[in-house]
């Protein structure tokens, strides 16, 4: 790209600080969501059967902190990441011995193979679609052969934009990946893809159709 050519814009920052605005009323919305998705408790249920007792696990994108407290709640070692400093805060004080760290998922402080297994709950959906690739490139790397992933995202095409969310003025990107560009995305990155769903969204749910994928990283 020549130099006075003009740069892609960062997401990321945006991301940071529109959930650090947002961070009291959406974990207000969502801290307790999973008691009204089933789909979702069977999946994560599942997810945490297929590991060992006590396996160290990460929730990539961790918001305030519901989906480790689920993992912990099955037996399992959970440590949260998200971007947004107000939302670990929120996270560490609404799940007191449990473990959150502000992260960037591109750039995870962890070491080659440190976990067996990670979830990540509609947080690809906050980078673009050019740099997938280097965001599931990140979670192989940080998983150990034969570790398991469950991954959901908002299944479309296409990127939304928000300026308001509860009132506050916001800049949040979302982007939309189908199962089969999300599922090829991960082969490429060498995950080997075991089950891909969708569902139809609750009806308190914003109205996109929801995709799930279970995979692995071979041995």
């Given at each position: 790209?020549?130099?006075?050519?003009?740069?892609?814009?960062?997401?990321?920052?945006?991301?940071?600080?529109?959930?650090?605005?947002?961070?009291?009323?959406?974990?207000?919305?969502?801290?307790d969501e999973?008691?009204?998705?089933?789909?979702?408790?069977?999946?994560?249920?599942?997810?945490?059967?297929?590991l060992p007792?006590?396996?160290?696990?990460c929730?990539i994108?961790c918001?305030?902190?519901?989906?480790a407290?689920?993992?912990?709640?099955?037996?399992?070692?959970?440590?949260?990441?998200?971007?947004?400093?107000?939302?670990?805060?929120?996270?560490?004080r609404?799940?007191?011995?449990?473990?959150?760290v502000?992260?960037?998922?591109l750039?995870?402080?962890?070491?080659d193979?440190?976990?067996?297994?990670?979830?990540?709950?509609?947080?690809?959906?906050?980078?673009?679609?050019s740099?997938?690739?280097?965001?599931?490139?990140e979670?192989?790397?940080?998983?150990?052969?034969?570790?398991?992933?469950?991954?959901?995202f908002?299944a479309?095409?296409?990127e939304?934009?928000?300026?308001?969310l509860?009132?506050?003025?916001?800049?949040?990107?979302?982007t939309?990946?189908?199962?089969?560009?999300m599922?090829?995305?991960?082969?490429?990155?060498?995950f080997?893809?075991?089950?891909?769903?969708?569902?139809?969204?609750?009806?308190?749910?914003?109205?996109?159709?929801?995709?799930?994928i279970?995979?692995?990283?071979?041995?």
């Open positions: 790209m020549p130099d006075d050519a003009p740069k892609p814009h960062d997401w990321s920052a945006d991301i940071a600080a529109s959930y650090d605005r947002v961070a009291g009323p959406y974990a207000a919305e969502y801290f999973l008691s009204r998705k089933p789909f979702d408790r069977e999946l994560l249920t599942r997810f945490a059967r297929g007792e006590g396996a160290r696990v929730d994108g918001g305030p902190g519901h989906i407290r689920y993992l912990a709640g099955e037996g399992l070692d959970p440590i949260g990441v998200d971007l947004s400093a107000a939302m670990v805060e929120t996270a560490r609404l799940n007191p011995g449990l473990h959150f502000q992260s960037d998922m750039q995870l402080p962890f070491a193979h440190w976990f067996a297994g990670l979830t990540a709950f509609y947080s690809l959906i906050h980078i673009e679609r740099i997938l690739p280097q965001a599931l490139a979670l192989y790397r940080v998983l150990a052969p034969g570790g398991r992933v469950l991954l959901t908002h479309g095409e296409g939304l934009h928000l300026d308001e509860f009132g506050e003025t916001v800049v949040f990107h979302i939309f990946f189908s199962s089969p560009e599922a090829r995305a991960l082969g490429e990155a060498g080997q893809v075991e089950e891909s769903v969708e569902r139809e969204p609750y009806e308190f749910e914003y109205q996109s159709r929801r995709a799930y279970n995979a692995y990283r071979p041995q």
